[in-house]
C-alpha cells in the first residue's frame, strides 16, 4: 500500500462540534424504565404478567378482608362471627386497654403513660443526632430514669399506691423488658468486650466462657434458667420477683451479643488511636473513656441498633415463664369467650403485627440511616 | 539515661502493670468464686428444703407420659426419662434439619430474585424480606399454628386434595396453544429488534400470549377427579403411606445405581475434559442417570409402592402417614422466617463480587452461566457461607419455640415435662444447655477450619 | 522504552479488524459517545487518549459489548454486533481486554486465571492449556509466579498476568482500558515493555492510555477524544508536533507540560 493512500485515511480532524442529540424514545424516561425493568428478556416479561396477576389475585381478598368486609363497631363477637365477615377491628379496639397496660389498674395507668412518655423523650434525645448534650442524656437515660420509672410503676409507700409485678402487662411491659434489656446490656457489654481484649487471661477466659456460653444456648432455655435455678441460687427470702427473674435473663442474653457488637467496633479501631492515647500517658481507663470508647460506640451505633430489633423481637418469649407481655395479652384475649370466633385469632396476630413490623421497620431504617451518614463521614 | 536508671527502682509496687494485673485477676476470681460458692451453698441448703432431687437418677426412672411424635420407640409405661430426652432431641434435630433445607432453598430463591433485573419480583421479594424479618417468630409461629392449621375443619370434613391426572393431550389444541406461544414468543423477540411504545406493547402481548397459551394447553391436559388420599384437617396432613412390595427393591436399586452412576460419570467426564477438552452434559446425564432408572423400572416391573391410603374411621383417619399441625407450623414458621435472613445473606453474598469480575470472565468469551459457575458463585459463596451456618444454628436454636405451641421438642419434651415432673431443675437445664452448647460449638470448630481454608489469600 | 523506533516496522494490512460507522450511545438522557466513526486495520496499534469523562472507556467497550450501542454499526472480525448472544460470546472470545484494574479472579491461581477460559470456551485439554499459559507467563516474564494467587502479587505483575491471561485466548486484537493508571510509577515501565513487546509482534491494538511515550513508540495511529466524540485521528508524529483542532492543542499543552 502507498503512505498515500494510508496517509489520506489515517488523519482526520473534525470540524465542527456534532450536536448533542435527544436519546432515542426507547433509552430514556418511562419507556426505557419499563423496558429495562420490566420486559427486558422475554422471560422478564413472562415474570412481570405473572407476579401482576398474583398481585391482583391476593390484593382484592386482603383489602376486603381487612379494610371493607371488616367489622369496626360491634358491643361483642356476634357480628363478627357472621359469616363472611373479615377482620373484626371491634375485638382490638374493646381490648385496646388490656394490649396495653394488661391488668395494671384501670384508675394508675397515667403513671404509665408517664413513664413512657418520659422515657421516649430521654430516647428522641439520645438518638437525634442534632440535639446536643448527649452525655447528660445518656445519663438522664441510664441512671436517672430507671430509678424514677421503678417507683412511678411500682408506687411507693404512702405516696402512690403499691402495684404488683403480676398485674402488668401489655405493650407497656414488652416495652420494659426491651427497655431494661438495652439499658443493662450496653455497660454489661462494653465490659464483656474490654474483657474479651483484655491482656489478662483470667478476665479473658471468663469474659470469652460467659459470651460463647450465652451465644450457643436458646434465649427460652436461658429465660427457664433464670425463672427456675435463680430462686434456688439465693437465699430463700432473697427470692426474686418474678418479673425481675426474665428481666435478668433477658439482660444477660442480650449483654452477650452487644458484647459482641462493640468488640467489633474496638477491632475496627485502627491501632493508632491506642498507640496516641498511650503516647499522651492515659491510663487504660482513661484511654477507654475519652479516646477508644467514644469512637469505637459510635462506629457501631446500627448494629447496637440492629440488636436492639432482635432483643425487641424476642422479648415475646418472656410468656413462657408468665409474664403478659402484648403478644400473650392477645393471646389471652383471643380465647375470651365473649369475642371468640374465626376471624378473633386472625384479627389479634394482625394486630399484633402491625405493631412489632412498624417497630421494628422504622427501627431498622433508623440504623440504615446511620450507617449511611457514618460511611459518608469516612468518606470525607 | 542515668535519670531513667535511676527512677526504675523507685516504682511503687501497685503501679507495677503485671501487679495491677494480678490484683485485678485476683479480685475478680474471688467475687466469681464467692459467687458461685454461695449459689452452690443455697442450691443444696433450698433443693433439700424443697425436697428437690440433687443427682441424675431420674434418668432411669420411668417416664409415664406419652409423646405424640417418635422417632425411637417410646412409651409411657416402659420408657424411662433418659429416653424421653433422646425423643425431644431427635425431634430438635428432625426439624431444625428439614426446616433448613426449605429455608436454604427459599432464602436463595429470595435473595437472587431481590437482585432481579425485573423490578416487580424485585420488589415482591424486598416485601417479603422486609415484612417477615421484621415480625417476631413467635407471632408467626402463634399464626401459623393458631390462625391457619387449627381451625381448619375436623377430620370429618377434611379439605381432600383431589387426584391429579394427565390425559394425553389432543392434537389440535396443542397445535393451537404452541401457535399461540409461538406467537407470543416471536412477539417479544421481535420486540428487541423495534424503537417505540411498540416494544412494550409487544412484549406484554407477548408475555401475555405464551402464559395464556400454558394454561390453556395445562387446563385441557390436566384433570381433577376423586380423592389423592391427601388430607387436610386440624389433626394435620394425611397423605398415603407408602408400603414396600416386592417390586421395591429394582426402584431402589436403580435409584443407587443412578446417584452412584451420576457420580462416576462425572469423575470420568472431567477426567476426558482434562485430557481432550471435551465437554459433556453432565447435568443431563446425571438427571437422566437419577429420574431415568427408576422410571424404567417402574415401567418394568410395575409401581414400586403401595400406596396405603388413609380412611375415614368414625372421627379420625386409619392408615396413611400424618404430618402433625405442630410439626408443619414450627417448620412453615422457621423456614419463612430464616429465609429472610439468608435472603440477605445471599444478596450481600452476590454483590460483594466485583462488577468487573463478571465484565472479565464476559470479556474472555465465558458464557453468562459458565461465569457465574466458575466465577462469580465460588467467590459468592465464601463471602455467604458464614453468616449463613450462623443462620442455620440460629434456626435450631429457635426450633425451641416449639415449646409455645407443643411440639415435642426438646425444650417441650425434657425442659418441660420432665423438668415438672422429676424438679430437678438444675439438671434438666443444664442438661438442655449443654446439648445446644456443644451443637454451637461443633459448628463454629468446622466453620473455623472452612473458612481457613476457603480464605482469599492475600498479601 | 525510547530505545526501539523499530517497533512501526510490523506490518499494517488493509484488512480491517473493526469498523465503527456513525456510532451513538446514551446512557439515560446522556449522550455519551456521538457519531463516532473509525476503522481499525489488522495488525495496526491504535492509542485512545482524550479528557477524563470523553468517553474512551465507553467505546472501547462498545467493540465487545460490554456496552450496548443505541445507533450505528458496529463490525469487529466481519461480524456485525446485534443483541444475538451466540455472536456476543464468539466475537468476545477473538477481542481480548485488559483493565484498569485488571479484575483477575481470586479464588483462582495465576496459572488457573490463564487457563480457565481456554479450558471452557476453547475446549482444551488441561495440559495443552497449561503448557499455553506457561509459554505466555514466560512472555511476561512471571512463570515463577504461576502457583500463587493473584492476592500475593504486586500490582505490575498482576497486569501483567491479566494480559497473558488474555493472550491465553489468542485473541485476534487485544483492547487496553488505562492499563497502567492503577500502578505505581516503577510498575509502569514492566508492563508497557509487555505491551510494546506485543506491539513488535504484529497483534491489532487499541490501548486507551495517558502514556504519550508508548503512543509515540507504538502508535500507528492517535486517535483524540473529547465530550463523547472523535475530534482529531492522526499519525503521532503529526498528532504531537502539529495537533490541528483546538482542543487537541489544549489538551497536549495540559499533559506535556
Ligand atoms: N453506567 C453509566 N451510567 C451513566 N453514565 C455513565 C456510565 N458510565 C459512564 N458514564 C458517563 O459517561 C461518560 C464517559 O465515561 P467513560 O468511562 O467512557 O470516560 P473515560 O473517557 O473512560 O474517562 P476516564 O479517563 O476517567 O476513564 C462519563 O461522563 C461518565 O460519567
Ligand atoms: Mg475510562
Known amino acids: 500500500m502507498s503512505d498515500q493512500a494510508i496517509g489520506s485515511r489515517i488523519a482526520y480532524v473534525r470540524r465542527e462540534a456534532g450536536p448533542t442529540r435527544p436519546a432515542p424514545i426507547m433509552t430514556r424516561g418511562v419507556f426505557a424504565w419499563v423496558r429495562e425493568n420490566l420486559f427486558s428478556t422475554p422471560m422478564s416479561g413472562v415474570l412481570t404478567i405473572g407476579s401482576l396477576l398474583f398481585v391482583l389475585w391476593v390484593a382484592p381478598d386482603t383489602f376486603r378482608y381487612l379494610i371493607s368486609d371488616a367489622v369496626w363497631q360491634a358491643p361483642d363477637g356476634v357480628a363478627c362471627r357472621a359469616p363472611g365477615a373479615g377482620a373484626c377491628w371491634a375485638f382490638v379496639a374493646a381490648k385496646f386497654e388490656y394490649f396495653m397496660y394488661g391488668s395494671y389498674p384501670r384508675g394508675e395507668t397515667w403513671r404509665v403513660d408517664v413513664t413512657l412518655v418520659l422515657g421516649l423523650a430521654l430516647i428522641l434525645w439520645l438518638l437525634i443526632p442534632r440535639l446536643p448534650r448527649k452525655g447528660m442524656a445518656a445519663f438522664a437515660f441510664f441512671v436517672v430514669y430507671p430509678v424514677v420509672a421503678f417507683f412511678l410503676l411500682r408506687g411507693l409507700e404512702g405516696v402512690l399506691p403499691i402495684v404488683e409485678t403480676n398485674l402488668w402487662g401489655g405493650v407497656f411491659v414488652s416495652l420494659l423488658v426491651a427497655a431494661v434489656g438495652i439499658v443493662a446490656s450496653l455497660p454489661l457489654g462494653v465490659l464483656l468486650a474490654l474483657g474479651r481484649r483484655s491482656q489478662l487471661p483470667f478476665v479473658k477466659f471468663f469474659c470469652v466462657v460467659f459470651i460463647e456460653f450465652v451465644r450457643g444456648v436458646p434465649l427460652i432455655t436461658v429465660l427457664f434458667m433464670a425463672n427456675t435455678m435463680l430462686p434456688l441460687f439465693v437465699p430463700q427470702e432473697w427470692t426474686p420477683d418474678r418479673l425481675l427473674r426474665p428481666l435478668i435473663g433477658v439482660s444477660l442474653f442480650a449483654a452477650a451479643y452487644m458484647a459482641e457488637v462493640v468488640r467489633a467496633g474496638l477491632q475496627a479501631m485502627p491501632k493508632g488511636q491506642f498507640e496516641g492515647a498511650m503516647a499522651l500517658g492515659l491510663p487504660y481507663w482513661k484511654m477507654m473513656r475519652l479516646i477508644i470508647l467514644p469512637q469505637a460506640l459510635t462506629t457501631v451505633i446500627p448494629g447496637i441498633v440492629n440488636s436492639f430489633i432482635a432483643l425487641f423481637k424476642d422479648t415475646t418469649l418472656v410468656a413462657i415463664v408468665g409474664i403478659f407481655d402484648f403478644l400473650r395479652t392477645v393471646e389471652t384475649a383471643r380465647l375470651d369467650p365473649v369475642w371468640a370466633g374465626p376471624t378473633i385469632s386472625t384479627t389479634g396476630y394482625v394486630f399484633a403485627a402491625i405493631f412489632y413490623w412498624v417497630f421494628c421497620f422504622a427501627m431498622s431504617r433508623y440504623s440504615q440511616m446511620l450507617e449511611r451518614k457514618l460511611a459518608a463521614g469516612r468518606r470525607r | ?459 | 522504552m525510547a530505545a526501539s523506533p523499530l517497533v512501526k516496522t510490523t506490518p499494517v494490512t488493509n484488512d480491517i479488524a473493526v469498523e465503527i460507522v456513525g456510532m451513538h450511545k446514551w446512557y439515560g438522557e446522556f449522550h455519551v459517545l456521538r457519531d463516532v466513526n473509525l476503522t481499525v486495520r489488522r495488525g495496526e496499534k491504535i492509542v485512545i487518549c482524550g479528557p477524563s469523562g470523553s468517553g474512551k472507556s465507553t467505546m472501547i467497550r462498545c467493540i465487545n459489548r460490554l456496552e450496548e450501542h443505541q445507533q450505528g454499526t458496529v463490525v469487529v472480525d466481519g461480524v456485525p454486533l446485534t443483541n444475538d448472544l451466540k455472536r456476543i460470546d464468539e466475537i468476545r472470545r477473538d477481542v481480548g481486554m485488559v483493565f484498569q484494574h485488571f479484575n483477575l479472579f481470586p479464588h483462582l491461581t495465576v496459572l488457573e486465571n490463564c487457563t480457565l477460559a481456554p479450558i471452557w470456551v476453547r475446549k482444551m485439554p488441561q495440559k495443552q492449556a497449561e503448557e499455553i499459559a506457561m509459554h505466555y507467563l514466560t512472555r511476561v516474564k512471571i512463570p515463577d509466579q504461576a502457583l500463587k494467587y493473584p492476592g500475593q502479587l504486586s500490582g505490575g505483575q498482576q497486569q501483567r498476568v491479566a494480559i497473558a491471561r488474555s493472550l491465553c485466548m489468542s485473541p485476534k486484537i487485544m483492547m487496553f482500558d488505562e492499563p497502567t493508571s492503577a500502578l505505581d510509577p516503577e510498575m509502569v515501565k514492566e508492563v508497557l515493555d509487555t505491551m510494546v513487546q506485543l506491539a513488535q509482534d504484529g497483534m491489532t491494538m487499541l490501548c486507551v492510555t495517558h502514556e504519550m511515550g508508548f503512543a509515540r513508540q507504538v502508535a500507528d495511529r492517535v486517535v483524540f477524544m473529547d465530550r463523547g466524540e472523535i475530534v482529531e485521528i492522526n499519525t503521532p508524529e503529526e498528532f504531537f508536533k502539529n495537533p490541528q483542532h483546538e482542543r487537541t492543542k489544549l489538551f497536549l499543552s495540559q499533559i506535556l507540560h
Open chain 2, 1 to 459: 539515661m542515668s535519670d531513667i536508671q535511676m527512677r526504675q527502682p523507685h516504682v511503687p509496687w501497685w503501679n507495677e502493670p503485671k501487679n495491677r494485673g494480678f490484683v485485678y485477676q485476683s479480685l475478680l476470681f474471688i467475687v466469681l468464686a464467692f459467687l458461685i460458692w454461695s449459689a452452690v451453698d443455697n442450691a443444696s441448703t433450698n433443693m433439700r428444703a424443697r425436697g428437690i432431687p440433687t443427682d441424675f437418677s431420674f434418668w432411669n426412672r420411668t417416664a409415664g407420659f406419652d409423646v405424640n411424635l417418635t422417632l425411637i420407640e417410646f412409651s409411657a409405661a416402659a420408657s424411662t426419662y433418659g429416653q424421653a430426652f433422646w425423643v425431644g432431641l431427635l425431634n430438635t434435630l428432625m426439624v431444625s434439619v428439614v426446616s433448613i433445607i426449605f429455608a436454604t432453598i427459599l432464602g436463595f430463591g429470595i435473595g437472587i430474585a431481590r437482585l432481579s433485573s425485573n423490578w416487580i419480583v424485585a420488589k415482591l421479594a424486598t416485601a417479603y424480606v422486609e415484612t417477615l424479618r421484621n415480625l417476631p417468630l413467635l407471632l408467626q409461629l402463634l399464626f401459623w399454628y393458631n390462625a391457619v392449621l387449627k381451625p381448619l375443619p375436623g377430620p370429618r370434613d377434611s379439605v381432600s386434595v383431589p387426584n391429579i391426572s394427565f390425559v394425553t393431550p389432543d392434537i389440535v389444541p396443542t397445535i393451537v396453544c404452541a401457535f399461540i406461544g409461538g406467537v407470543g414468543y416471536a412477539a417479544t423477540r421481535y420486540a428487541r429488534t423495534i424503537g417505540g411504545v411498540a416494544v412494550i406493547v409487544a412484549n406484554a402481548i407477548g408475555a401475555l400470549l405464551m402464559l395464556t397459551a400454558v394454561a390453556i394447553w395445562l387446563s385441557g391436559v390436566v384433570r381433577f377427579s376423586g380423592k389423592a388420599g391427601i388430607y387436610l384437617n386440624n389433626r394435620g396432613l394425611i397423605f398415603p403411606e407408602f408400603v414396600e412390595t416386592a417390586d421395591t427393591w429394582p426402584f431402589a436399586i436403580a435409584l443407587v445405581v443412578g446417584i452412584v452412576g451420576s457420580l462416576a460419570f462425572r469423575h470420568w467426564a472431567r477426567g476426558v475434559q482434562k485430557e481432550t477438552g471435551d465437554q459433556m452434559p453432565v447435568a443431563l446425564v446425571a438427571m437422566g442417570l437419577i429420574f431415568g432408572l427408576p422410571l424404567l423400572t417402574t415401567l418394568v416391573f410395575g409401581a414400586p409402592f403401595d400406596l396405603a391410603r388413609p380412611e375415614l374411621r368414625g372421627f379420625n383417619f386409619v392408615g396413611g402417614t400424618r404430618i402433625l399441625p405442630e410439626f408443619a407450623a414450627l417448620m412453615f414458621g422457621l423456614s419463612l422466617y430464616t429465609a429472610s435472613f439468608i435472603a440477605e445473606i445471599v444478596r450481600a453474598g452476590i454483590l460483594a463480587v466485583n462488577k468487573g469480575q463478571t465484565e472479565a470472565s464476559s470479556a474472555l468469551g465465558l458464557t453468562r452461566a459458565q461465569g457465574l459457575k466458575l466465577v462469580v458463585v465460588p467467590q459468592a459463596m465464601r463471602v455467604i457461607i458464614p453468616p449463613l451456618t450462623n443462620q442455620f444454628l440460629n434456626l435450631t436454636k429457635n426450633s425451641s419455640l416449639a415449646v409455645f405451641i407443643g411440639y415435642p421438642d426438646l425444650v417441650q419434651v425434657f425442659a418441660g415435662t420432665v423438668l415438672n415432673q422429676t424438679g430437678a431443675a438444675v439438671q434438666v437445664i443444664a442438661i438442655t444447655m449443654a446439648v445446644y452448647l456443644v451443637i454451637s460449638l461443633v459448628t463454629s470448630f468446622v466453620m473455623d477450619i472452612y473458612n481457613k481454608r476457603m480464605a482469599l489469600v492475600e498479601r
